[in-house]
């Protein structure tokens, strides 16, 4: 979704796993590695079982403890860079809030 700041991950043809942040500026992002409005390290992924899972270590956030998320799905990489997924169905209602301080 425009306006995301995206930690995307996906698997290579060799079967390696590339994870990185990105922001997503437009409907034709670049899907380049680049840096996030925000701290992102210790930035990795599994791929088991048919789900990809990411991992990293995400702040501070200006003083917030909570953020908005969505999480989208796509089936194609070309050349090592993601292709747009599709802008209709699950991928539109995929969104949640994550709040740091409830536990």
């Known amino acids: 979704m425009v306006g995301s700041q995206a930690i995307l991950a996906f698997q290579n043809s060799n079967?390696?796993?590339?994870?990185?942040?990105?922001?997503?500026?437009?409907?034709?992002?670049?899907m380049q590695p680049r840096s996030l409005s925000y701290q992102v390290s210790n930035v990795s992924a599994e791929y088991a079982?048919?789900?990809m899972t990411i991992f990293a270590v995400v702040g501070p956030l200006d003083n917030k403890t909570t953020v908005?998320?969505?999480?989208?799905?796509?089936?194609t990489v070309s050349i090592n860079i993601p292709q747009i997924h599709p802008t209709s169905g699950?991928?539109?209602q995929s969104t949640g809030t994550v709040d740091f301080l409830s536990g």
């Open 90 to 92: 699950p991928n539109t």
């Open 15 to 30: 079967g390696s796993i590339t994870v990185y942040p990105t922001p997503i500026t437009s409907y034709n992002p670049s």
């Open 68 to 75: 908005n998320h969505v999480w989208q799905a796509g089936d």
């Open 49 to 51: 079982n048919g789900e």
